[in-house]
């Protein structure tokens, strides 16, 4: 058969992902968008965290039960309520003055980018995303500190970010065929 067009062929281990599948890595270009944007200006645009929070709950809910969701905030921010009121306690053990000394050393938008990540993950899930995030915070404030010899405040929705980017990044692997 000359001059035949040939057919295709169809290879079966060859499928498309499916819409779960790039679930996983939905919040991760709001999210990147904020790192940026808190590394160099120290300040996180609203506009990108209200898609971010849109993506992580769009993506919680579609990829969860309701009262798996449910169960995760309440257990993560009960955990970050504890977190932030050790620190709280610290500062005000620390520096005895009346000024609102929280405010000074962690800004709203860490707060709320951690708040927000608390549909997605169960609580182990989210002390390791927090515990990666902190000590790669602390990491980087160091080097500068030693190499540089420059005072700097920490990133912390960067150093979030990048640890939520890798931990989504390895759930979207796992989730191919």
């Keep these: ?3 035949a067009i040939p057919a295709p062929v169809e290879n079966e281990s060859f499928s498309l992902m499916t819409w779960s599948q790039i679930l996983h890595l ?10 940026a944007s808190d ?9 990108w965290l209200i898609a971010f929070g849109s993506c992580v709950l769009s993506t919680s809910m579609l990829l969860l039960p309701v009262r798996t ?21 610290y500062l005000r ?3 005895r003055r009346q000024a609102n000394l929280f405010r000074q050393y962690i800004g709203s938008g860490d707060v709320w980018f951690a708040l927000l990540l608390t549909p997605l993950f169960a609580l ?22 030693i190499v540089f010899r420059k005072e700097t405040t920490i990133p912390l929705v960067t150093f979030l970010s990048l ?4 931990c989504l990044s390895y759930r979207f692997y796992l989730s191919l065929p």
């Design 1 to 3: 058969m000359a001059g």
């Design 26 to 35: 939905l919040p991760v270009v709001p999210a990147l968008s904020l790192a």
């Design 39 to 47: 590394f160099r200006h120290r300040s996180i645009p609203i506009g």
């Design 69 to 89: 969701v449910l169960y995760n905030v309440l257990t993560n921010i009960l955990l970050l309520c504890w977190l932030f009121g050790g620190v709280w306690v």
């Design 93 to 95: 053990l620390r520096y």
């Design 124 to 145: 182990p899930a989210y002390i390791v995303l927090l515990l990666s995030g902190f000590a790669s915070g602390l990491f980087y404030w160091t080097a500068v500190r």
């Design 163 to 166: 640890s939520l980017t890798v």
